[in-house]
């Protein structure tokens, strides 16, 4: 899933002071889940905002409310007449949401109330790691299901790097060795003579460095006619 | 030969090896780095010039590399993955080549949160794998990574890194192998100070033969002083450094000596492992004392190459 965590309150009241009728719109799924934006995230931000807007005299009323997802245009529409009431939306979605609402209604101005970090997962209560780039062409066949695009800080197709020790990355003592996680894996399965083969330079044109990425699929489009 | 090299003729000739390492400066002033160079210039056969070492933005390896070749001295320029993608290194390297730069040495480099631009984008386009092998094909199957075809003649001296003190230890062998086959001649290895870690990795080098397929150059680096031993164990990636070490440099009256001496004993040990083709010897910061540690570790004078 999409994780993120909430911006500073003083970048969000900074970013809302212009504007008298604000509205704090929670997310009710991914941001929900780790607890950066859902329906009681956006509760507690819009009052803290109230606070600080009565701290700093600055009139006007904020309210809340929360759609199941704002990364979609149907569930933005169930809300769409209330939405238009307010002069700005600090939006508690990721930075997906945000950018759907903008794009679905360009009438309405919108602000991120969060940084999005990352897709990942969460491994206890209050933790949350990273996983998945979406570099669009998996290599998890290759490396026993431990993402080296992701998980290696160098990105390192043909690993581990010689900064690894003791199982930890050079960068530190809580970052794993993605390599060392998947020679160990490779290692219980007998397959540790696959890391003998050269894998070739990727081809990042599948990635966010061949520009945004539009997937089509043709099989389940509508055809809305003419 | 490959490329014909000092280097490379240095190696073919089966005797053991010296070669020294320059940083380049962290400004506009060169002549330090020329100094440094300079005082070397009877005791190494080449001198390898860092790329960026440690994510520090330095006079590029290549201008520095440039630098040696016009005072008739011999550069192994390193190139990391880091700072360049593809293009610009393949870029690079003919222009390395055009320069008269026959010497290129592979490696990822450092991460750059360990450097001055912690901020900065860490490029990563390619690993070091990729790098030796890419550049093998651009050199004997003159092809570009993307497959156009080089044109002239192009030709490099390969060498890469392996560093027997990381992880996991087991895989450190075919590790190297991985690198010769993509196209290594030879092997610069990380700081050694645990020769017995260093000894049993050799072990497994010589197993499977792999010293007759590249020359392994064993890295030494002088601890100039407890503080730089200690910095060294605990915040240089990849660095081990046995406590017995760091006791005996804080036992001893004279620190700097005792450096020097554990320095020149590990050489005369490397001397004696079979499959060694000779040293590396990483004296960044006390550039001065390489000269002192060839001649008392018996390998001066050097032969004519």
Not at chain 2, 195 to 213: D, K
Not at chain 2, 267 to 288: D, N, P, Q, S, T
Request: glycine share 10%.
């Amino acid at each position: 899933m999409i994780i993120a965590e909430r911006k500073p309150l003083e970048e969000i009241a900074a970013m809302a002071a212009p504007y008298e009728k604000v509205c704090v719109l929670g997310c009710n799924t991914c941001v929900a889940v780790c607890m950066a934006g859902g329906e009681k995230e956006a509760e507690e931000t819009a009052a803290l905002l109230r606070i600080h807007r009565k701290k700093n005299n600055i009139d006007g009323v904020v309210e809340v409310s929360s759609i199941e997802r704002q990364c979609e245009y149907e569930m933005i529409d169930e809300f769409l007449e209330k939405l238009k009431e307010y002069d700005i939306i600090v939006s508690l979605a990721c930075g997906v949401g945000v950018q759907t609402m903008v794009d679905h209604v360009p009438s309405l101005r919108v602000v991120p109330g969060l940084n999005t970090t990352s897709m990942g997962y969460p491994t206890e209560q209050g933790v949350w790691k990273e996983n998945c780039l979406g570099c669009g062409n998996c290599v998890l066949h290759l490396t026993m299901g431990i993402c080296p695009i992701t998980r290696c800080c160098k990105s390192i197709l043909n690993g581990p790097c010689g900064g690894s020790a003791e199982g930890k990355c050079e960068l530190g003592k809580d970052v794993d060795c993605a390599w060392q996680l998947i020679h160990d894996r490779l290692a219980a399965f007998g397959r540790v003579g696959e890391l003998a083969e050269i894998q070739p330079p990727k081809d990042w044109s599948t990635s966010h460095h061949g520009g945004a990425r539009t997937t089509v699929r043709e099989d389940v489009r509508i055809d809305r006619g003419e | 030969m490959i490329a014909g090299s000092k280097l490379e003729r240095a190696i073919n000739s089966g005797e053991f090896v010296v070669t020294g390492e320059l940083g380049p400066p962290k400004g506009a002033d060169i002549e330090e780095m020329k100094h440094h160079a300079e005082g070397m210039r009877n005791h190494v056969e080449a001198y390898n010039i860092t790329d960026n070492q440690t994510a520090i933005v330095r006079t590029s390896s290549i201008a520095c590399g440039k630098t040696l070749v016009d005072m008739d001295l011999e550069p192994i320029i390193q190139i990391v993955v880091r700072d360049r993608n593809r293009i610009c290194i393949q870029s690079d390297v003919l222009g390395a080549h055009a320069m008269g730069i026959k010497n290129i040495l592979c490696l990822a480099g450092d991460h750059q949160s360990f450097g001055n631009e912690p901020g900065s984008k860490g490029v990563y386009d390619i690993d070091s794998m990729q790098l030796i092998k890419g550049l093998k094909d651009m050199r004997d199957e003159k092809k570009f990574m993307g497959g156009d075809d080089v044109e002239g003649e192009f030709s490099c001296f390969l060498g890469a890194v392996e560093n027997p003190f990381a992880d996991p230890f087991e895989y450190r062998v075919d590790r190297l192998e991985k690198k010769i086959e993509a196209g290594a001649s030879f092997i610069q290895t990380q700081c050694i100070f645990d020769l017995e870690r260093f000894e049993r990795w050799m072990e497994l080098v010589r197993e499977r033969g792999l010293h007759e397929r590249c020359a392994i150059l064993g890295g030494v680096t002088p601890m100039k002083s407890l503080g730089a031993a200690r910095y060294m164990k605990n915040n240089v990636s990849g660095i081990t450094i046995p406590d017995s070490l760091v006791d005996r440099l804080k036992g001893a009256e004279k620190k700097k000596e005792e450096g020097l001496k554990i320095a020149i004993e590990t050489i005369e040990r490397l001397k004696e492992i079979e499959g060694v083709a000779g040293v590396h010897i990483m004296a960044i910061a006390w550039e001065e004392v390489v000269p002192e540690i060839v001649e008392r570790a018996g390998l001066y004078p050097r032969p004519k190459f």
